[in-house]
T-cell receptor, first 116, second 113 residues
Framework: DTGVSQDPRHKITKRGQNVTFRCDPISEHNRLYWYRQTLGQGPEFLTYFQNEAQLEKSRLLSDRFSAERPKGSFSTLEIQRTEQGDSAMYLC??????????????FGPGTRLTVL | GENVEQHPSTLSVQEGDSAVIKCTYSDSASNYFPWYKQELGKRPQLIIDIRSNVGEKKDQRIAVTLNKTAKHFSLHITETQPEDSAVYFCAAWVTSGTYKYIFGTGTRLKVLA
């Protein structure tokens, strides 16, 4: 499968624990996005990378959230001291990048986080 | 801040009828508007898109129209089929100092056989 992959697909954790998700974009895609999607809502932008540079973080992203893309390939999203309100689907997407958005954004299958 | 409003939140139509979903965006610099279809438990998939220099685009039973002056765009599905049932999201590409998509809140379309 040459699409965007995410791992794990499901994560159940207890409140207060740390979790880390991984996203592998389509190879050669320079731009990588993280979104959060809750039931009945559209994807909410969290952050994005152009290669290894994190160019923007949403105000939704509290200090407990951190994302990295150390080599400009895969990315990780870590949530520290999880709260029940963090329960959501975390989607990753990638695109070729650049000013022209017609390089389509491809979504991964998502990681569903449940915080008990 | 940037915002995309989408209506209606749910839509039920009889098979064979048309469905229309409308979105309004706030950033006048937005120049690209994709529509995504998301089936239950699956990832969003791009179904059609439109650039700001075009007023309408069609792809078989699906069409999108854009009114830049009013800052709204619409998805039209004709001759709906049960497999069209899904959640549809509009999005606007924001370019003011950043490059990202802002999504609407989604429309759950149910096509009744």
């Amino acid at each position: 499968d040459t699409g965007v992959s995410q791992d794990p697909r499901h994560k159940i954790t207890k409140r207060g624990q740390n979790v880390t998700f991984r996203c592998d974009p389509i190879s050669e895609h320079n731009r990588l996005y993280w979104y959060r999607q809750t039931l009945g809502q559209g994807p909410e932008f969290l952050t994005y990378f152009q290669n290894e540079a994190q160019l923007e973080k949403s105000r939704l992203l509290s200090d407990r959230f951190s994302a990295e893309r150390p080599k400009g390939s895969f990315s990780t999203l870590e949530i520290q001291r999880t709260e029940q309100g963090d329960s959501a689907m975390y989607l990753c997407a990638s695109s070729l990048g650049g000013r022209d958005p017609l390089d389509e954004q491809f979504f991964g299958p998502g990681t569903r986080l449940t915080v008990l | 801040g940037e915002n995309v409003e989408q209506h209606p939140s749910t839509l039920s139509v009889q098979e064979g009828d048309s469905a229309v979903i409308k979105c309004t965006y706030s950033d006048s610099a937005s120049n690209y508007f994709p529509w995504y279809k998301q089936e239950l438990g699956k990832r969003p998939q791009l179904i059609i898109d439109i650039r700001s220099n075009v007023g309408e685009k069609k792809d078989q039973r699906i069409a999108v129209t854009l009114n830049k002056t009013a800052k709204h765009f619409s998805l039209h599905i004709t001759e709906t089929q049960p497999e069209d049932s899904a959640v549809y999201f509009c999005a606007a590409w924001v370019t003011s100092g950043t490059y990202k998509y802002i999504f609407g809140t989604g429309t759950r379309l149910k096509v009744l056989a």
